[in-house]
C-alpha cells in the first residue's frame, strides 16, 4: 500500500488530509499520516482573535487524532526536520524530542509560514509574533498580565497620557490591522469584568507602516475608509515610517523619535521557516518557499508536493500566489485530485489561483471586496461584510467535518460562549 505523508495540519494540510482519508484511506489505496508539531487545529485567520480573548481555542479546536480515527488517516504529533530524497524517508522530533525516522511514496509539504523580521536588530529579542496558536496564547497572557498590573495603577492615581499602555504593532497588513482593532474591546471587556476603572482610552495602540498606506492588497478606498474606522476607535496609524530597530522601551524608525510601546508586536510580513531553504537540495525561493511545478509538485522530485504559504507557485500574472488561507485551500483541492491521478497514472491538473477578494475584520464590523466573475468588484461593508468573513470559517469547518456536523459544533460552541459568561470570551458572535 502506498504511503502518504502529509505535514502541517492547517488551512490547507488538514483540509488535505481528510479528504485523501476519506477517499484512500477508507478503501485502503494508500496509508494517510498526518504530521504535526501540535495535537489540534485552529484556524490561522482568527489568530487574533485568540489573542484578544474573543475566540477560546478550547472551544473552537479541532483535535488530529479524532479527525484522523473519523476520516480515515493517522496522527503523529511531531516536528519535521528534514527529508532523506533517497530513502524516501522524514525525520521529525517527537514530544519527547527525539529524532524519529518515517517512510513515503508521496509527501505533502504544508508547514505554513514564519514572521519575517527582515533581519531588523532586536525584533527577535523584543517583539511578539502572532505565528501560532501558541503564540497567540502567550499573547493573550501577555496583555491580561499588563492590564491586570496596571489595574493597581488607574485605582491609585490619575492616569497622564504617558502612563498609559502603549502597544505597538508594526505591519499594516491585514494580520495587525486586525489585531489592533480588536484591543480597545478587548480592555473594555476586561473592564466589564470587575475592573470597571479600566477602559479603551487607557490604551494607545499604533500601528506602524513602512508604505505609504495600510493594507496594499486592498484597494486605495478601501484601505482609507478602514484607516479612518481604527482612528475613529483612537486607534494611531503611523505610516511612512521605517523601523530600523527595536529595544526594550519601544521601536526607532528611520527618522524621528522613538515609539514607546510596553508590549512590541511584529507583524511585518512572513516567510517559510528558514530550516525549509534548499532543503534536500529542493529549489527555494528568496522567503525560503519550495518552489512547485503548476502541478504543485516540487520541481526537483515529482514524490513531493508542497502547498499553502511554504509553496512558491508562479502565476501567469508573473506574481507568485499569495499566503493566504484561500490560496492554500485552492492547493489543497488541485493537490488532492493530482494524488489521485499520480496513483492512478493520470496526467496532472495545473493549479491556478483564483482571487476571491480580502476582507479585514474590524471587531464588530468588517470591510472589503469580493472579486466577481470577469474581474468585477464589489465592495462589502458592515455585519454583512463581517457575516461572509465568518461564513468563510464555517466553510472550511464544514469541509472538514461535513455540514451537520457542523451546524452541530457551531451550536455547541454558542452554548459554551455564553456559558462562560464570567470570562473575558464574551464578544463572540
Ligand atoms: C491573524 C491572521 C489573520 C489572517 N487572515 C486571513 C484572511 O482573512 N484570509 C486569508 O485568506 N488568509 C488570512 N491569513 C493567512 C492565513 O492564515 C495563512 O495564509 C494560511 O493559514 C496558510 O495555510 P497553510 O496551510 O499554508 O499553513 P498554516 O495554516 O499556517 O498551517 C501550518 C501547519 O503546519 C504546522 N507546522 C509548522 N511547522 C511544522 C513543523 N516543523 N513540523 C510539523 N508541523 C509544523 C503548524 O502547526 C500548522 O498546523 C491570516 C493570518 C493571520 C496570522
Same mark, same amino acid.
Given at each position: 500500500m502506498k504511503k502518504i505523508i502529509i505535514i502541517g495540519g492547517g488551512a490547507g494540510g488538514f483540509e488535505l488530509a481528510t479528504e485523501l482519508g476519506d477517499k484512500l484511506g477508507k478503501t485502503n489505496q494508500a496509508a494517510i499520516t498526518l504530521v504535526d508539531k501540535n495535537s489540534y487545529h485552529l484556524w490561522k485567520p482568527l489568530l487574533h482573535e485568540v489573542a484578544t480573548g474573543v475566540l477560546d481555542e478550547q472551544v473552537d479546536n479541532?483535535?488530529?487524532?479524532?479527525?484522523?480515527?473519523?476520516?480515515?488517516?493517522?496522527?503523529?504529533?511531531?516536528?519535521?526536520?528534514?527529508?532523506?530524497?533517497? #530513502? #524516501?524517508?522524514?525525520?521529525?522530533?517527537?514530544? #519527547?524530542?527525539?529524532t524519529m525516522f518515517m517512510d513515503y511514496d508521496i509527501l505533502v509539504l504544508a508547514i505554513g509560514s514564519t514572521s519575517n523580521d527582515f533581519g531588523t536588530p532586536g525584533v527577535k529579542e523584543h517583539c511578539i509574533f502572532l505565528d501560532d496558536q501558541n503564540a497567540a496564547i502567550r499573547l493573550r497572557e501577555t496583555l491580561i498580565a499588563k492590564f491586570t498590573s496596571f489595574c493597581s495603577i488607574v485605582d491609585e492615581k490619575e492616569i497622564k497620557d504617558e502612563d498609559k499602555i502603549h502597544i505597538a504593532i508594526v505591519g499594516g497588513g491585514a494580520t495587525g490591522v486586525e489585531l489592533a482593532a480588536e484591543l480597545p474591546h478587548m480592555?473594555?471587556?476586561?473592564?466589564?469584568?470587575?475592573?470597571?476603572k479600566m477602559c479603551s482610552d487607557l490604551l494607545v495602540v499604533s500601528v506602524i507602516e513602512a508604505t505609504d498606506r495600510i493594507l496594499p492588497a486592498l484597494p486605495a478606498k478601501t484601505a482609507a475608509s478602514i484607516t479612518q474606522t481604527l482612528k475613529n476607535r483612537g486607534i494611531r496609524i503611523l505610516t511612512k515610517t521605517m523601523i530600523t530597530k527595536a529595544e526594550s522601551d519601544g521601536f526607532y524608525p528611520k527618522e524621528g523619535n522613538i515609539i514607546k510601546a510596553d508590549i512590541m508586536i511584529w507583524t511585518a510580513g512572513v516567510k517559510a521557516p528558514d530550516f525549509l531553504k534548499e532543503i534536500a537540495g529542493l529549489e527555494s525561493s528568496r522567503s525560503n518557499q519550495l518552489v512547485v511545478k503548476p502541478t504543485l509538485q516540487t520541481t526537483r522530485d515529482d514524490n513531493i508536493f508542497v502547498i499553502g504559504d511554504c509553496a512558491y507557485a508562479m502565476q501567469d500574472n508573473g506574481h507568485a500566489s499569495p499566503a493566504t488561507a484561500q490560496a492554500a485551500q485552492?492547493?489543497? #483541492?488541485?493537490?488532492?485530485?493530482?494524488?489521485?491521478?499520480l496513483l492512478n497514472n493520470q496526467s496532472l491538473k495545473v493549479f491556478k489561483y483564483v482571487d476571491k477578494g480580502t476582507i479585514i475584520t474590524l471587531h464588530d464590523t468588517a470591510q472589503g471586496v469580493l472579486k466577481l466573475i470577469g474581474k468585477n468588484e464589489m465592495s462589502v461593508k458592515g455585519r454583512f461584510a463581517l457575516m461572509i468573513h465568518r461564513l468563510l470559517y464555517r466553510i472550511h469547518q464544514a469541509s472538514l467535518l461535513g455540514i451537520y456536523k457542523t451546524i452541530r459544533f457551531v451550536s455547541a460552541s454558542k452554548f459554551m460562549y455564553k456559558t462562560k459568561s464570567s470570562s473575558i470570551f464574551t464578544n463572540r458572535d
Open positions: 479541532i483535535y488530529y487524532a479524532s479527525q484522523g480515527q473519523q476520516h480515515y488517516f493517522q496522527f503523529t504529533q511531531g516536528t519535521f526536520t528534514n527529508i532523506d530524497r533517497e #530513502k #524516501k524517508q522524514i525525520s521529525f522530533l517527537n514530544i #519527547k524530542d527525539e480592555v473594555e471587556a476586561f473592564g466589564a469584568c470587575g475592573r470597571n485552492q492547493m489543497a #483541492k488541485v493537490c488532492y485530485e493530482n494524488i489521485v491521478r
